[in-house]
């Protein structure tokens, strides 16, 4: 099928990309041209693995392709995805749509009558933005005296990619799910995603298997459009609960004395909880979770319902950031002066997004303390410098001048390379052998035997 993706963030650019993988022929459109000019040149303009391998030989053979301001070739689709930026509104006001206001306007103004055509809306959005859309659209259609001709479909058709494994999410998803009243539409995104639905496919050499035992055929889920838009919310509204839920469990655990890690062992067996999303720790971030609890808690409130859990959800995460800096002042005493390195900034692994991540409120903290703060991320460093100049913390290259001299070692994102430090040399560089691990990836290293003073999150601390 011919396929138009507007906007090349996460979303855009890892679907334009399966969906050309798929056969499809894909135009990629950003306004952002910088960004356009990147992509054409052959490289990505942010990191997630295994993308490079899926977008370079699509371009190459012709069948993806990236452009800006050329919203002509919008007509040439017979499926338009919007997929740009919904940001929220300062102060937790819910979420500014402009940009899907303008994708929507510029699709409007585009179309010409001649054939079906499929506009699916994979930004995440405020119930009720599917209809808001179509009306924009068929507004501009109506204004151009177009309206009558087109057969037009709108559909609401979420996306749940997780960053850092993104590519595998796209084409093993463990659901897909379509919003829309039109019948036509829903047949043809059925066939435009019948090879992953099917796992027809040949995905991309580097990529793992589907794991056993995942649905197949993947769950094609078709609903009302209100019915789409709730399920991603509620989704990742689900997934920060637990998370919450298992902070809260952690520092319980602490004034009761007993061992997060065990509780979450238990709890996850139960086939009905599952394992997944009890890592307790400093909580979430990133892009994802704030904004659509936001975006959800504000479509309630406007609607006379105070939605009372998320809001202790939301509240509960902002507050576990700071357990690693009331950690290092219980056991530093006070931090002016003290060197304080902190190992990892972006939000999560396997990303350098930095967008809501933990590290920055951290940071911030030890800063406002009077700490003298060191950072070091083996792919967010560059990304960290531009968003926070401030000389006041200094970014480290490598792991040895992140530690030297350090009176407090803090863990904020659990990369794999953490568990790799020599440990001992470690130990030697730095000033007081302080560990405060913020996400229980170094619980039970045996970090004692080389005299280090070890906290976690939620983890009974030894008498010394
Ligand atoms: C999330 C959803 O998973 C995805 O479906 C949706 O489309 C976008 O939002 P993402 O933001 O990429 O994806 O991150 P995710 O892997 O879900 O992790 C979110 C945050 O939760 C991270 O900061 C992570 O460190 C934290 N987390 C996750 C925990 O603190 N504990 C856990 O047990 C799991």
Same mark, same amino acid.
């Given at each position: 099928?011919r ?15 399966? %969906? ?14 910088e ?13 997630e693995p ?9 371009r ?30 300062p ?12 994708? $929507? ?5 585009? %179309? ?29 259609l ?18 749940f ?11 093993? &998803? ?8 039109d019948?036509w ?14 796992r ?5 050499a ?12 993947? &769950? ?13 919310? $509620? ?5 920060a ?33 599952? &394992? ?19 975006? #959800? ?20 995460n ?5 357990v690693v ?28 997004? %930095?967008?809501?991540?933990?590290? #920055?409120?951290?940071?911030?903290? #030890?800063?406002?303390?009077g700490?003298?703060?060191?950072v ?8 960290f ?22 009176d ?50 939620g ?6």
């Amino acid at each position: 099928m011919r396929i138009s993706v507007l906007g090349t963030g996460y979303v855009g650019l890892v679907t334009g990309a399966a %969906l050309a993988h798929l056969g499809n022929q894909v135009v990629c459109h950003d306004i952002d041209r910088e960004r356009i000019d990147l992509l054409r040149a052959g490289r990505l303009p942010f990191y997630e693995p295994h993308l490079d391998e899926v977008v370079q030989p699509a371009r190459r053979r012709g069948n993806l392709i990236f452009v800006s301001g050329e919203f002509a070739l919008l007509n040439e689709a017979d499926v338009i995805f919007i997929c740009v930026g919904t940001p929220s509104l300062p102060g937790g006001k819910g979420i500014d749509l402009r940009f899907v206001r303008a994708a $929507a306007t510029q699709i409007g103004e585009i %179309l010409e009558p001649g054939r079906r055509r499929v506009v699916v809306n994979k930004s995440t959005v405020p119930l009720g933005s599917r209809c808001w859309v179509e009306t924009l659209v068929k507004e501009v259609l109506h204004r151009r005296g177009r309206r009558r001709e087109m057969e037009l479909a709108t559909v609401s058709n979420p996306e749940f990619l997780r960053e850092g494994s993104a590519v595998y999410d796209v084409f093993f &998803p463990d659901r897909i799910v379509i919003g829309t009243e039109d019948e036509w539409a829903v047949e043809t995104l059925h066939e435009l995603y019948r090879p992953i639905i099917e796992r027809s496919f040949t995905p991309p050499a580097s990529l793992a298997a589907a794991p056993s035992g995942q649905f197949s055929p993947v &769950p094609f889920l078709w609903v009302s459009p209100a019915g789409a838009e709730l399920i991603k919310y $509620a989704a990742n509204a689900f997934l920060a609960t637990k998370i919450s839920f298992i902070n809260e469990i952690a520092n319980i655990c602490e004034v009761l004395g007993a061992d997060v890690r065990e509780v979450a062992t238990g709890l996850g067996l139960d086939r009905r909880i599952g &394992p997944e999303f009890l890592a307790a720790g400093v909580g979430w971030g990133g892009s994802c979770f704030g904004k659509d609890l936001n975006g #959800l808690m504000a479509d309630a409130r406007a609607y006379g319902y105070e939605p009372a859990l998320l809001r202790a959800v939301f509240d509960l995460n902002y507050r576990q950031r700071m357990v690693v800096v009331k950690k290092l002042q219980n056991l530093l005493k006070t931090l002016r002066g003290m060197v304080i390195a902190v190992y990892g900034l972006s939000f999560k692994p396997q990303t350098d997004d %930095l967008r809501d991540a933990p590290s #920055l409120d951290v940071i911030k903290k #030890l800063v406002s303390l009077g700490a003298l703060v060191r950072v070091f991320d083996p792919v967010a460093t560059g990304a960290f410098r531009r968003l926070c100049p401030d000389p006041e913390v200094k970014v480290c290259h490598d792991p040895d001048e992140l530690v030297e001299g350090a009176d407090g070692l803090v863990i904020v994102t659990e990369w794999p390379q953490v568990k790799e430090l020599d440990w001992e040399r470690v130990a030697n560089r730095m000033r007081r052998k302080i560990i405060v691990d913020g996400r229980n990836v170094l619980a039970g290293g045996g970090l004692e035997q080389y005299g280090f003073a070890y906290q976690g999150v939620g983890i009974p601390v030894r008498p010394g």
